[in-house]
Structure formats: structure tokens, C-alpha cells
């Protein structure tokens, strides 16, 4: 959905709006994290999956109902939740089903899958956004939740102690919002999405001012280049520590962020999306087991939904940001991307105060 939407946006009138298209979308994901945590932890993690998808099934098939600016920036809002539950439950079923020395190698083969993913889908969206019509891309978008509610069925619990939902566990305490002993993926998850944000709310129009017709082309070559590196960076955090692995990643994508603000044509943007897709998939598997390897064996989920957490309002605040500053005067592309590229440098220097890869907590 995501390159057709800002577009879809201001053919409702919102384009002044284009902002919220993310940022509402990571408040909600933000503010059910410490549910999804907790849950997860205490639920199960094949019931939480499964709300995300549900999520994403219904606001799917609303998008064409809606279609007023309050509407559509309602169903954003809602959609946010299937990415405040989904992912969380995800990595902690895999850290359950994984050996403790193979989690970074699981977690960037779980990130290929994922890489894919985004690779097809603004290729497919834009496609039928040209072809047919928006309502047909909201209606696949749709369908493919439907098929991985179906492929959830199969799926056999990984939580060994259980219990029935109840809405006292809803009731949440500052314990259960935050897991300090992941504070420092945390940091460096929030510093570096942060330039995520702007570049979702940037990129499409971005895109065709440089002169392609498919807006999905930037996310088609990061999404690949992404997928090819997972296949060595996960493993390769494994083996050299996470540490020194989330520094290249971190060194790479601020290379990259230069690159796209200085090369303002075609072969810029393709250099710099090939870049930026080599440094989130080496960022992305290290910095997920970074996470893990701080977690305590009873918190996964409350150590995952504290990254995600750092993710979202990373995200949801470089996307608020760089829409109020935007304004679709493209002329001031260059500098938003030069900020978010300062942005990743702080997230560089804090990770100059790790030496090592922390001790595993066991």
C-alpha cells in the first residue's frame, strides 16, 4: 500500500496530511506494543499473530468504504495495530523454536521472508493501482492477510505456561511498558528508524519527480538488496558479535542517506536505495538478537514489544516531522535526508560505548 497512499491521500484533499499517513499508523503500533508484549508472554504467541493479521484483513477491506480524509486517517490508526501485534509475537515464537547461538542467522532468515515481502508488495500495489484501480490494491491487500490468518491454524504454541485471556491482563504497569536490560538496542532501534519514517513519507513523490512512473521502484531495489545481505549478516552477528555488525550496518546507512540527497536523478536514487537496503538488512537481524541476547528467559515479549516500541515512535515521529516540514516542496528533500543522515551518526557515536557483545542473560 504504502507508495500509492500519499497520492490516494491528497486526491481525498488531505494532502497537507500526507505526515500521519505513517505516523498515526506507528502511534497505535507504539501504544499496543506493552499489550503485545504482555500478552504474548502470558497468552500465547500463535493468538497474538494472529490479531495482527485480522487487523490487516479488515481495514482492507474498509479502505474503499472510507474515503473521506478522517476516514482513511481513522483506518490508519486502526491499521496500526496488526504492526504493534504481528511482529512482536513473531520473534519471540522464533526465538522459542531457535538454539540461543543461531537466533541472529533465524532472525535474518525471518527477515528475507519479510524483505520479500516488501519487495513484492509495492511492486504488485502499483501495478494494480495503474492497471485496475486503488480499491482493487486494498482488496488484494486484503486476501493476502486472509491467507496467513489460514496458515496460522497450523501453527503449534511455543509458551509453555499459558493462561486464558482475561481483560485484568490488559491492565498495564510501568514493569510492563518498558524492559530496561533492552535499553540500548532500544536507543539505536529509535535514532536509526527515525530516518525510516522520513524516507516512507518522502520517497514516493520523491520518486516520480525524478522522473520514474512506478513509485514502488525505491522500495523494489531496498527490499532485494536487503534480502541478499540477511542471508550473511544474521549469521555473521552470530559469529562476530552484534556489536560490531550493528556499526557497519549504521556506518552504511549513513553513506547511503548522503548518497540520496546529493544525487538528486534517476541513478541516485537506485545507488542509494541499493545502500540503504544493504544497511537495514545487516541493521535489522542484529539489532532484533541484540535484543534477545538482553532479554530475560520469562520476557521476550516485553524485551521485543520495548524495541518495536523504539522502532514505531522512530518511525512515527521522522515521518510527523518531515510532513509538517515538507509540504510537498520537493526542493526541501535533500535537507530533511541530510537531517535524518546527522540523525544516524548520533546512533553511530553511542555505539562507540560498546566494546563487546554484551554477556547473554540466562
Given at each position: 500500500?504504502?507508495?500509492?497512499?500519499?497520492?490516494?491521500?491528497?486526491?481525498?484533499?488531505?494532502?497537507?496530511?500526507?505526515?500521519?499517513?505513517?505516523?498515526?499508523?506507528?502511534?497505535?503500533?507504539?501504544?499496543?506494543?506493552?499489550?503485545?508484549?504482555?500478552?504474548?508472554?502470558?497468552?500465547?504467541?500463535?493468538?497474538?499473530?494472529?490479531?495482527?493479521?485480522?487487523?490487516?484483513?479488515?481495514?482492507?477491506?474498509?479502505?474503499?468504504?472510507?474515503?473521506?480524509?478522517?476516514?482513511?486517517?481513522?483506518?490508519?490508526?486502526?491499521?496500526?495495530?496488526?504492526?504493534?501485534?504481528?511482529?512482536?509475537?513473531?520473534?519471540?515464537?522464533?526465538?522459542?523454536?531457535?538454539?540461543?547461538?543461531?537466533?541472529?542467522?533465524?532472525?535474518?532468515?525471518?527477515?528475507?521472508?519479510?524483505?520479500?515481502?516488501?519487495?513484492?508488495?509495492?511492486?504488485?500495489g502499483s501495478t494494480l493501482t495503474l492497471y485496475t484501480s486503488i480499491n482493487v490494491m486494498f482488496f488484494t491487500s486484503s486476501f493476502l492477510s486472509l491467507m496467513s490468518i489460514l496458515i496460522l491454524f497450523n501453527m503449534?504454541?511455543?509458551?509453555?505456561?499459558?493462561?486464558?485471556?482475561?481483560?485484568?491482563?490488559?491492565?498495564?504497569?510501568?514493569?510492563?511498558?518498558?524492559?530496561?536490560?533492552?535499553?540500548?538496542?532500544?536507543?539505536?532501534?529509535?535514532?536509526?528508524?527515525?530516518?525510516?519514517?522520513?524516507?516512507?513519507?518522502?520517497?514516493?513523490?520523491?520518486?516520480?519527480?525524478?522522473?520514474?512512473?512506478?513509485?514502488?521502484?525505491?522500495?523494489?531495489?531496498?527490499?532485494?538488496?536487503?534480502?541478499?545481505?540477511?542471508?550473511?549478516?544474521?549469521?555473521?552477528?552470530?559469529?562476530?558479535?552484534?556489536?560490531?555488525?550493528?556499526?557497519?550496518?549504521?556506518?552504511?546507512?549513513?553513506?547511503?542517506?548522503?548518497?540520496?540527497?546529493?544525487?538528486?536523478?534517476?541513478?541516485?536514487?537506485?545507488?542509494?536505495?541499493?545502500?540503504?537496503?544493504?544497511?537495514?538488512?545487516?541493521?535489522?537481524?542484529?539489532?532484533?538478537?541484540?535484543?534477545?541476547?538482553?532479554?530475560?528467559?520469562?520476557?521476550?515479549?516485553?524485551?521485543?514489544?520495548?524495541?518495536?516500541?523504539?522502532?514505531?515512535?522512530?518511525?512515527?515521529?521522522?515521518?510527523?516531522?518531515?510532513?509538517?516540514?515538507?509540504?510537498?516542496?520537493?526542493?526541501?528533500?535533500?535537507?530533511?535526508?541530510?537531517?535524518?543522515?546527522?540523525?544516524?551518526?548520533?546512533?553511530?557515536?553511542?555505539?562507540?560505548?560498546?566494546?563487546?557483545?554484551?554477556?547473554?542473560?540466562?
Amino acid at each position: 500500500m504504502i507508495p500509492e497512499l500519499p497520492a490516494y491521500l491528497s486526491s481525498l484533499g488531505g494532502a497537507e496530511y500526507k505526515g500521519f499517513i505513517i505516523a498515526l499508523f506507528t502511534l497505535t503500533a507504539g501504544i499496543s506494543r506493552p499489550f503485545s508484549g504482555k500478552l504474548t508472554d502470558k497468552v500465547g504467541r500463535v493468538p497474538i499473530m494472529a490479531v495482527g493479521s485480522i487487523v490487516c484483513f479488515v481495514c482492507g477491506i474498509l479502505y474503499p468504504v472510507l474515503t473521506t480524509v478522517s476516514g482513511f486517517l481513522f483506518l490508519r490508526l486502526i491499521h496500526g495495530f496488526s504492526t504493534g501485534f504481528k511482529p512482536t509475537a513473531t520473534a519471540a515464537y522464533i526465538a522459542d523454536i531457535i538454539p540461543r547461538e543461531r537466533w541472529g542467522e533465524a532472525l535474518g532468515l525471518h527477515g528475507i521472508c519479510f524483505s520479500i515481502g516488501m519487495a513484492i508488495g509495492p511492486a504488485i500495489g502499483s501495478t494494480l493501482t495503474l492497471y485496475t484501480s486503488i480499491n482493487v490494491m486494498f482488496f488484494t491487500s486484503s486476501f493476502l492477510s486472509l491467507m496467513s490468518i489460514l496458515i496460522l491454524f497450523n501453527m503449534k504454541e511455543t509458551l509453555k505456561e499459558k493462561h486464558k485471556f482475561s481483560f485484568k491482563l490488559l491492565k498495564i504497569s510501568k514493569q510492563d511498558i518498558f524492559a530496561k536490560e533492552a535499553l540500548p538496542a532500544a536507543v539505536v532501534t529509535f535514532l536509526s528508524y527515525s530516518a525510516f519514517g522520513a524516507i516512507l513519507t518522502l520517497i514516493p513523490d520523491w520518486t516520480v519527480h525524478l522522473g520514474f512512473e512506478n513509485k514502488g521502484i525505491f522500495f523494489i531495489v531496498f527490499t532485494l538488496a536487503s534480502m541478499l545481505i540477511r542471508f550473511f549478516a544474521g549469521k555473521i552477528s552470530d559469529q562476530k558479535g552484534r556489536v560490531l555488525v550493528i556499526k557497519m550496518g549504521l556506518g552504511l546507512l549513513v553513506l547511503a542517506l548522503l548518497v540520496l540527497a546529493t544525487l538528486d536523478f534517476k541513478t541516485g536514487l537506485i545507488i542509494g536505495a541499493l545502500m540503504y537496503g544493504f544497511s537495514t538488512g545487516i541493521l535489522s537481524p542484529a539489532l532484533n538478537a541484540w535484543t534477545i541476547d538482553f532479554s530475560l528467559p520469562n520476557g521476550r515479549g516485553k524485551a521485543i514489544a520495548t524495541m518495536y516500541i523504539a522502532m514505531e515512535a522512530g518511525i512515527g515521529l521522522g515521518a510527523l516531522l518531515t510532513g509538517w516540514y515538507f509540504q510537498d516542496y520537493l526542493e526541501r528533500v535533500p535537507t530533511i535526508i541530510y537531517v535524518a543522515a546527522v540523525v544516524c551518526i548520533v546512533a553511530t557515536l553511542y555505539m562507540l560505548k560498546f566494546k563487546n557483545a554484551p554477556k547473554v542473560i540466562s
